[in-house]
């Protein structure tokens, strides 16, 4: 599938069923999709993230992943408030990449055309690379000094993993460039080459513990994760925030694209991935899989961690202060990255 087409199956998707959402008052697209080239084909396991605004009371579950038109679509749902100015919006790193594109796929009052035409203006303003900079560091810092160990472990390494990646958004955020979730390492680790910057992303490895992971045991991991996905799917009952990342159609994303990264060299990289699909997993198994199941399916959890260094709340604790103490090195490295792009484009 084109980029193109997978981007009008969206705007069909919002067209047939995203206006019916309780206070529907917008949508357009974000992630890597909607900034492809009409004809550039879709990267396999890639999906379309739809953003639809809504007013009103707080919305509920996101819809999140499924199928439309052969496309896979990630749908989420954006209170209208996160919206109401374009300097917030061009503050938050999350926001502000998506609206910078023309991405607007519906508008019923024209404000999402004003607003992006406002932050495709400002977006590369020193003074909102900069907020957007310390944004990113407040997600690493209130993540890791409020992590909160003592809670059911696999809930206890997802506090302590998503905050550590944000490092890699970090710079991300600094040169510009979208903060992609899945793929945040990989980019990352292009953006430094660039840069000729290398061993920072080796820093960065370390503190997530994958730096000496090899492609055999990466591809281990993965294919022990592949029937703890499958078997996770079976069971989930219990609506979590990411319910819709683990499922079947979610599989080709979380599961199935990942053997190609790990065989084009990207293994250390991708096991942030692994790490958070396996933690999601294993949540949804404590929740809703019989005890046998939740027994079979640990070890091979455990392994993957203990290659990442982590065997114990202990470990987490440890690692988060690692995280916290390289702070300043990173911020150093945000600097030198957002200067040179700056002068490249002046």
Not at 2 to 14: H, V
Not at 211 to 227: F, G, I, S, W
Not at 228 to 243: E, I, K, L, N
Not at 341 to 346: C, D, P, Q, R
């Amino acid at each position: 599938m084109r980029a193109r087409e997978a981007r009008a199956a969206a705007a069909d998707w919002i067209e047939r069923h995203g206006g019916r959402l309780p206070g529907f008052a917008g949508a357009y697209l974000g992630g890597s999709t909607a900034a492809l080239p009409p004809d550039a084909p879709v990267p396999p396991g890639s999906d379309v993230d739809v953003m639809v605004v809504t007013e009103g009371a707080a919305p509920g579950a996101k819809p999140g992943k499924l199928r439309h038109l052969g496309a896979l679509l990630d749908v989420t749902l954006v209170p209208a408030d996160q919206l109401a100015s374009p300097d917030a919006v061009l503050s938050d790193y999350h926001l502000a990449p998506a609206l910078r594109a023309n991405t607007v796929v519906a508008d019923p009052a024209g404000r999402l055309k004003d607003l992006h035409e406002d932050v495709a203006r400002r977006f590369a303003e020193p003074r909102w690379v900069a907020a957007r900079e310390a944004h990113a560091l407040r997600r690493v810092t209130d993540g890791l000094r409020g992590l909160d160990v003592t809670a059911p472990w696999p809930q206890a390494v997802t506090a302590w993993l998503f905050p550590t990646g944000v490092t890699t958004h970090v710079l991300l955020v600094a040169a510009l460039r979208n903060p992609t979730i899945r793929l945040r390492y990989v980019a990352s680790r292009d953006l430094l080459a660039a840069h000729g910057l290398a061993r920072r992303h080796e820093e960065l490895l370390e503190l997530l513990g994958s730096a000496a992971l090899t492609a055999p045991r990466a591809e281990q991991h993965l294919r022990a994760l592949a029937d703890t996905f499958d078997a996770a799917a079976a069971v989930a009952r219990t609506p979590f925030a990411y319910a819709s990342d683990i499922t079947p159609a979610a599989r080709a994303v979380s599961i199935d694209s990942l053997y190609a990264r790990i065989r084009a060299g990207q293994h250390r990289e991708v096991a942030f991935w692994l790490a958070a699909t396996a933690a999601r997993c294993h949540t949804v198994l404590d929740a809703d899989a019989p005890e046998a199941l939740r027994e079979e399916r640990a070890p091979h959890f455990a392994a993957l961690l203990a290659d990442l260094g982590i065997a114990s709340p202990a470990d987490l604790t440890a690692r988060a202060a690692d995280v916290l103490a390289y702070l300043p090195v990173l911020t150093d490295t945000a600097d030198a990255v957002r200067h040179a792009v700056a002068g490249s484009s002046s």
